[in-house]
């Protein structure tokens, strides 16, 4: 008789505060064969945290082929294996999306991939921001380049929230960016969500540039930026 295929479990895992994973997802961490992960050491934080001490291997954008194919073989052969992200929900921004739709494209309907949800810092942003998101459009990280001026063309013009990720060496350029073409948005920005530090600073864009220049430490950290529509 064939073996059954292992599960890959997609598990949320915590955006800074440790406590931020469900009783799930911990049972799944300790329960799994392998856990695969964007960094072992970051996951090691967490695993060493609630004493879980199954095995971990690395899986990142730039593994390779034969690393997905190690994993496929691994799922062929029915191991069970977590799939984590530094931070968050894998495949949002994070890697993960590849190896799945591999597996999707090997088993087809016979793939388990089940996703244990968690912490995500979009949602997280969303659900404290104080803006109506019953829709809204997720950028994801603007590009650095190529695009990225059209992008904020497309986010003053939108009539739906417009939220993407930014990095503290971008943050006060994309502030600059929005004066330029939306000078009258009401911007939100989420920074260090559920970490010491967290805060939630709304304004104009011109008024936001002011108090990130105006205090060195408001431009450090990581950054969820909420555009309401006028
Ligand atoms: N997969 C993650 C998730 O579900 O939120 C996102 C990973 S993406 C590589 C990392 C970006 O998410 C950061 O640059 C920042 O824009 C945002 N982010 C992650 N953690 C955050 C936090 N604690 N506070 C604010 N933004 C955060």
């Given at each position: 008789?064939?073996?059954?295929?292992?599960?890959?479990?997609?598990?949320?895992?915590?955006?800074?505060?440790?406590?931020?994973?469900t009783l799930r997802a911990?049972r799944?961490?300790?329960?799994?064969?392998?856990?695969?992960?964007?960094?072992?050491?970051?996951?090691?934080?967490?695993?060493?945290?609630?004493?879980?001490?199954?095995?971990?291997?690395?899986?990142?954008?730039?593994?390779?082929?034969?690393?997905?194919?190690?994993?496929?073989?691994?799922?062929?052969?029915?191991?069970?294996?977590?799939?984590?992200?530094?931070?968050?929900?894998?495949?949002?921004?994070?890697?993960?999306?590849?190896?799945?739709?591999?597996?999707?494209?090997?088993?087809?309907?016979?793939?388990?991939?089940?996703?244990i949800?968690?912490?995500?810092?979009?949602?997280?942003?969303?659900?404290?921001?104080?803006?109506?998101?019953?829709?809204?459009?997720?950028?994801?990280?603007?590009?650095?380049?190529?695009?990225?001026?059209?992008?904020?063309?497309?986010?003053?013009?939108?009539?739906?929230?417009?939220?993407?990720?930014?990095?503290?060496?971008?943050?006060?350029?994309?502030?600059?960016?929005?004066?330029?073409?939306?000078?009258?948005?009401?911007?939100?920005?989420?920074?260090?969500?559920?970490?010491?530090?967290?805060?939630?600073?709304?304004?104009?864009?011109?008024?936001?540039?002011?108090?990130?220049?105006?205090?060195?430490?408001?431009?450090?950290?990581?950054?969820?930026?909420?555009?309401?529509?006028?």
């Open positions: 008789m064939e073996n059954e295929i292992g599960t890959l479990y997609v598990v949320a895992t915590p955006i800074g505060n440790l406590e931020d994973i911990l799944i961490l300790k329960e799994v064969d392998i856990i695969l992960c964007e960094d072992t050491r970051t996951t090691h934080t967490l695993l060493n945290k609630y004493e879980i001490k199954t095995k971990c291997i690395s899986y990142h954008t730039h593994s390779t082929e034969g690393k997905a194919n190690a994993i496929l073989e691994l799922i062929r052969d029915g191991k069970n294996l977590a799939l984590v992200s530094d931070a968050g929900t894998p495949c949002i921004s994070d890697p993960g999306v590849l190896l799945i739709s591999q597996i999707k494209s090997e088993f087809g309907n016979e793939a388990k991939v089940v996703p949800p968690g912490a995500s810092a979009l949602i997280t942003a969303l659900s404290a921001c104080g803006v109506s998101v019953a829709d809204f459009i997720f950028l994801g990280f603007l590009p650095h380049k190529k695009g990225r001026e059209t992008l904020f063309k497309e986010i003053a013009i939108s009539e739906r929230p417009m939220v993407f990720y930014e990095s503290s060496h971008r943050i006060l350029k994309a502030l600059e960016s929005m004066i330029k073409v939306c000078p009258d948005k009401k911007v939100t920005i989420a920074r260090e969500l559920t970490k010491f530090y967290e805060e939630f600073l709304t304004g104009k864009p011109d008024e936001l540039l002011r108090i990130l220049e105006g205090d060195t430490n408001k431009q450090k950290g990581e950054f969820v930026v909420i555009v309401a529509p006028l």
